[in-house]
């Protein structure tokens, strides 16, 4: 059934929906640059605003008779509503990079550094797609070089977006405006989303996940600021709050932009180090999984839910792993500090870096990419891989497999998982779910590294360009240095692509690409 026609009008509806929240989004970025004087900063957002929320009203004027949302066409408005939002994410770089006159650029950059400001590289709009787009998938990959020459208004833009996008458009549309009916909601909410059910409405679902999402990033500004303060307690009052506020809302998000040029290392604290390993295993955990903990106050759902045990004891061992790695390569000055730091960073999908990847031995990289960034956090929170659930079914499922040999053609056995019990047809289908979408998830990242590899600069390995793929696709934002503003533009074009599909978990992403070439969808339900 072809199905085109009807389609793009309720797609480009529910994206001016989408616009329109974008212009109110950039409205609180504006006020941040207002109160740092970055006046330009700041009429560079509004204007933003204005452009976006025009968009917006054009597109829902223009599809106004459009028809409620169906479950094809909920995908596709995923897919094309993320692409399109991350590219108008962009307009605000564009923007201020090219009304800000020079000597004002000139007065961003800290005195005594000899480099530019970072916003010049904005003046090319294809790095404004890239930065928007590691921002709001909370990626973390960056065009900034030195984050200190970009203005406050600029990197708190940045913070807050992959804050926003962490819990998600969709889902922050349906808290805040409500839209469409009942059903289009959940099947909206489902295509992006784990499609977890925590109250009988949809929109209240929603909001009870901004709730909790809401409290934990409180929760990590409240414990930076304390702890910075604590550790370092000649750090100037102020750089701490915006650094802390700023921190916590990347953390959370596991997006990690930082606000200091050389991430968390430039504190020059291990105790720093250790400070900052919370919040971003905070930020690897469900949203469902804290809105038990948090809102219904099932303190015992800490050690019973199934990824959050699995996660605390990758981590422990993980760490330990990597460390030794590092420390049998003899790499790295530190490799116990760094070892720890780098695999929580990397697992939870973080990527706050406080080690030179670069300088890594083969070995190491292999293991962080395939043992942390490769499987990531839990299903249900902000990270990307192919989530903690899949590899825990995976694993179960070949044990299962192997167990099965030693039983009798006749026996029947249920097989336990995450406290409910499956028929063995049950247990095949969902480990078949979940190897389908490791492979397609493997076989996107392989042609993402092949790319990386053929077009990157002289100096790197394959090793670099896999651990560079991995670190776009599963929204990881740890860098070897292959990511800069030199990059060739086809790196960039497949990176943009990696982070819009890994943070969408593929198939809305494909079943766009399917509606734009054959113009057909499902069969209606």
């Known amino acids: 059934m072809r199905i085109s ?8 509806k529910e994206t001016g ?17 207002a109160s740092c004087k970055e006046w330009y900063s700041a009429g560079g957002f509004i204007l933003s605003a204005f452009i976006s929320m025009s968009f917006g009203l054009i597109l829902r004027y223009l599809n106004r ?22 590219f108008m994410g962009g307009l605000p770089f564009y923007i201020i990079a090219n009304i ?5 650029l000139n007065r961003l950059v800290p005195e005594g550094a000899t480099y530019q400001s970072s916003l010049l590289f904005f003046k090319n709009p294809l790095h404004c797609f890239f930065e928007s787009m590691s921002a709001y998938t909370t990626t973390g990959l960056t065009m900034v070089v030195h984050e200190p020459s970009a203005g406050k208004g600029v990197l708190f833009y940045r913070s807050f977006a992959q804050w926003l996008g962490g819990a998600g458009f969709i889902i922050l549309a349906l808290a ?29 679902t929603t909001r009870g996940i901004w709730k909790a999402y809401s409290f934990i990033t409180l929760f990590s500004a409240i414990y930076l600021i304390i702890g910075t303060r604590l550790i370092l307690p000649d750090y100037p009052l102020s750089d701490n709050l915006f650094d802390s506020v700023n921190h916590a809302m990347a953390g959370q998000s596991t997006g990690g932009f930082s606000t200091l040029d050389d991430s968390i290392a430039t504190y020059k604290s291990p105790v720093m180090d250790v400070l900052y390993i919370l ?61 720890t730091f780098q695999f929580v960073s990397a697992m939870s999908t973080t990527g706050w870096q406080t080690s030179n990847i670069s300088i890594w031995d083969t070995p190491s990289i292999v293991f962080i990419v395939f043992a942390a960034m490769f499987i990531g956090g839990a299903s249900g929170a902000t990270v990307g891989g192919i989530k903690m659930i899949r590899a825990l079914i995976i694993e179960k499922g070949i044990r299962w497999q192997i167990n099965k040999v030693f039983l009798s053609r006749n026996t029947i056995k249920t097989i336990k998982f995450d406290g409910k019990s499956m028929l063995p047809d049950q247990m095949n289908a969902e480990m078949a779910n979940a190897a389908v979408f490791a492979l397609l998830f493997f ?15 002289d100096g790197y390995s394959f090793a670099d360009a896999l651990f560079e793929s991995t670190s776009a696709q599963s929204t990881v934002g740890l860098s070897t240095g292959i990511t800069d503003p030199f990059m060739h533009p086809a790196i960039e074009i497949t990176y943009i692509f990696q982070m819009w599909a890994g943070r969408l978990e593929i198939i809305p ?17």
């Open 5 to 12: 026609g009807k389609t793009w009008p309720v797609v480009l």
């Open 17 to 33: 929906r989408l616009f329109w929240m974008l212009g109110f989004i950039f409205i609180v970025p504006a006020i941040v640059s």
């Open 65 to 86: 008779n459009a028809d409620e949302p169906l479950f094809n066409n909920a995908l596709i408005i995923v897919a094309f509503g993320w692409l399109a939002a991350t």
């Open 100 to 104: 800000t006159p020079p000597e004002v």
């Open 176 to 204: 805040v405006l409500n839209p469409g009916s009942g059903r289009s909601s959940i099947l909206m909410y489902r295509s992006e989303a784990t499609g977890i059910k925590l109250k009988p409405k949809i929109i209240e």
């Open 279 to 339: 919040p971003m295993a905070l930020g690897s955990f469900s949203l469902p999984f804290f809105y038990r903990l948090i809102i219904l106050g099932r303190f015992s759902e800490f050690w019973k839910d199934i990824q959050t045990r699995a996660l605390i004891i990758s981590y422990f061992f993980g760490g330990i792993i990597l460390s030794f790695l590092l420390y049998y390569a003899q790499c790295v000055p530190e490799p116990f500090r760094e070892g």
């Open 443 to 457: 076989m996107i990242l392989f042609a993402g590294t092949f790319i990386t590899y053929f077009f990157m600069p």
């Open 509 to 525: 992403v494909l079943a766009l690409f399917r509606v734009l070439m054959t113009g057909t969808g499902y069969r209606k339900i």
